[in-house]
């Protein structure tokens, strides 16, 4: 579903310190969040790379291509 959630992406600052966080679900039990409200946007549907792709993504193969996805943009 192209309207589902698959990634999020948080940044903050305490102290002088920024963080920035980047959160992709790649393949896992989505049951769990069906309870939760992401990001304050309500119940919308959210999925993964794996379930996206209609196959197991290892982490290591989702790693590489957002690597490669963000030198291409830097």
């Not at 192209?2 to 980047?22: E, H, M, N, P, T």
């Not at 969040?33 to 919308?44: M, P, V, W």
């Not at 999925?47 to 957002?66: F, I, K, Y």
Request: glycine share 6%.
């Amino acid at each position: 579903n192209r309207k589902s959630k698959i990634a999020s992406i948080g940044v903050g600052c305490r102290r002088w310190v920024k963080y920035k966080v980047l959160c992709l679900k790649v393949d896992l039990d989505l049951a769990p969040f069906a309870a939760i409200d992401q990001c304050g946007l309500g119940r919308k549907p959210i999925t993964s790379l794996a379930q996206m792709l209609g196959r197991p993504v290892p982490m290591r193969e989702a790693e590489d291509a957002l690597v490669a996805a963000v030198e291409h943009i830097l």
